[in-house]
C-alpha cells in the first residue's frame, strides 16, 4: 500500500491502481511521440494510443471510434457539452458538477435547471418538460458529493433532444446507462494518472469541435498523452473485472458508517440508501464547521473531504446539499478506496464521535 490506510477520499483521486502503474512505466518508454507522426517513434506511440481506445471502448461497450482522450475530466465535460449545445438552450439537473453547469452557462441561449427529490435524484417527467424547446439536456449518472445515481435510461427515453452525461464519478465503478449522446469520465477517479479525461460521444450524434480550430475531427487536439491514455485505460480494465467483488465490499462497509454516524446526535444522512455509488457515503453535522471536521480528522490520520465537490477551494456551503434540501454545515464525504478494510473504517469510526463532541464543545454546545 502506497497511501495512508486513512485516506477517504477516493472521490476525489483514487490512488494509482497497481495495473495502470506498471503500465505507466513501460508506455513512458515506448509512447513519448507524437502520435500523429509518420516516423517509427511516431507510428508507434500511435500503436500505443489506438490500443487504449480500444481498451476503453471494450471496457464501456463502445466503439473504438467513438473514444477521445482529453487533458482531463473537466475538459472532456467542457468540449461534450458545449460541442452539443452549440449555443442552444440547456437544461440540467440541479446538482450537477460545477463544470457542466458553467459550460452550459458559457455558451448557451438559456440554462435551465431541474429541480431534485430529497435523496438528489431528477424526475424523468419534469426533466422532459424543462427539455421542449431547447437543444440539449445534461444529467450526471452519478452524484460526486451523495452518490445518488440518476435515472438516465428514463431520462432519455422521455427527451428528444440530445442527453449529455457527466459519468466522471462513476465510469469504471458502475456499468455505463443507456440513452445518452455523449458521456465524460476521468481516470484519476478510477484508479488511472492525473490529467486523463474520457469523451465518448455516439456515432452520428450532432457534435461538432467548440474550441478554436478544427478538432481534427475529434476531441483529442494537441499532444495526447500517449503513456497516460494507456495507462488509464488499463486502471479501468482491471477496475471492470473487479467491480463486483469491490463494489460489494465496499457496499458492505458503507452500510456500516451509515449504520454507525446516525447514533451521533443531530447527523443527517443524505443520498440515496440504495441507489447509489458502492463507496461513497455522504453526511452532514449540526452545529459544526466542515473545514474545522477535516482539520482535527486530518490530525488523527484521517483524510476526507467538505463542502462542495466542485468547489472545495473556495470553502463555499455545497449548492448539491441545498438543491437537496439537506443540510450544508459539517457535513462529510467519506470515499472508500479499492483496498480500504473494515479496520479502516472501524478506527475513523472510532473517532468521529469524538471530534464532533469536542467541536461542538468549543462553540458551547
Not at 484519476?188 to 452520428?204: A, D
Not at 488499463?234 to 463486483?244: F, I, T
Not at 477551494?313 to 459539517?330: I, K, Q, Y
Request: net charge negative; proline share 6%.
Amino acid at each position: 500500500m502506497t497511501y495512508p490506510a486513512g485516506y477517504l477520499d477516493a472521490a476525489s483521486a483514487e490512488p494509482l491502481h497497481p495495473s495502470a502503474r506498471d503500465v505507466l512505466a513501460a508506455a513512458v518508454a515506448r509512447g513519448y511521440a507524437d502520435p500523429r507522426r509518420l516516423h517509427g517513434p511516431g507510428r508507434d506511440a500511435r500503436l500505443l494510443l489506438d490500443n487504449a481506445r480500444e481498451v476503453v471502448a471494450s471496457c464501456l461497450g463502445v466503439r473504438r471510434e467513438e473514444v477521445a482522450f482529453t487533458p482531463s475530466g473537466t475538459a472532456a465535460v467542457q468540449a461534450g457539452v458545449l460541442g452539443l449545445a452549440r449555443g442552444a438552450g440547456v437544461v440540467t439537473s440541479a446538482v450537477e458538477h460545477q463544470a457542466v453547469a458553467e459550460a452550459a452557462a458559457w455558451n448557451a441561449a438559456a440554462v435551465t435547471e431541474a429541480p431534485v427529490d430529497a435523496a438528489g435524484r431528477v424526475r424523468p417527467e419534469e426533466v422532459a418538460r424543462l427539455a421542449v424547446g431547447s437543444g440539449l439536456v445534461a444529467v450526471q449518472h452519478a452524484n460526486h458529493e451523495v452518490g445518488t445515481v440518476q435515472p438516465i435510461a428514463e431520462v432519455a427515453a422521455r427527451t428528444p433532444v440530445p442527453l449529455f452525461v457527466d459519468a466522471c464519478a462513476s465510469m469504471g465503478r458502475l456499468p455505463l446507462p443507456d440513452g445518452w449522446t455523449a458521456v465524460a469520465g476521468s481516470a484519476r477517479k478510477w484508479g488511472g494518472p492525473g490529467g486523463v479525461g474520457v469523451l465518448v460521444v455516439r456515432k452520428g450524434a450532432p457534435w461538432t469541435w467548440p474550441f478554436p480550430g478544427d478538432g481534427h475531427g475529434t476531441a483529442e487536439q494537441g499532444f495526447t498523452d500517449v503513456p497516460g491514455a494507456l495507462a488509464a485505460a488499463a486502471a479501468l480494465q482491471a477496475v471492470v473485472a473487479e467491480r463486483e467483488e469491490v463494489g460489494a465490499r465496499q457496499r458492505a462497509l458503507v452500510d456500516l458508517v451509515r449504520a454507525r454516524v446516525v447514533e451521533i446526535p443531530d447527523v443527517d444522512l443524505v443520498g440515496d440508501p440504495v441507489d447509489r455509488l458502492p463507496h461513497l457515503v455522504t453526511f452532514s453535522c449540526l452545529y459544526v464547521d466542515g473545514e474545522a471536521l477535516v482539520t482535527e480528522l486530518d490530525r488523527r490520520g484521517f483524510g476526507i473531504a467538505s463542502g462542495s465537490a466542485c468547489a472545495a477551494d473556495t470553502r463555499e456551503p455545497s449548492r448539491v446539499l441545498a438543491a437537496m434540501g439537506a443540510l450544508t454545515h459539517g457535513n462529510v464525504r467519506l470515499s472508500l478506496t479499492r483496498d480500504a478494510t473494515r479496520d479502516d473504517v472501524e478506527r475513523f469510526l472510532a473517532v468521529l464521535p469524538g471530534v464532533v463532541a469536542d467541536l461542538r464543545a468549543e462553540v458551547a454546545l
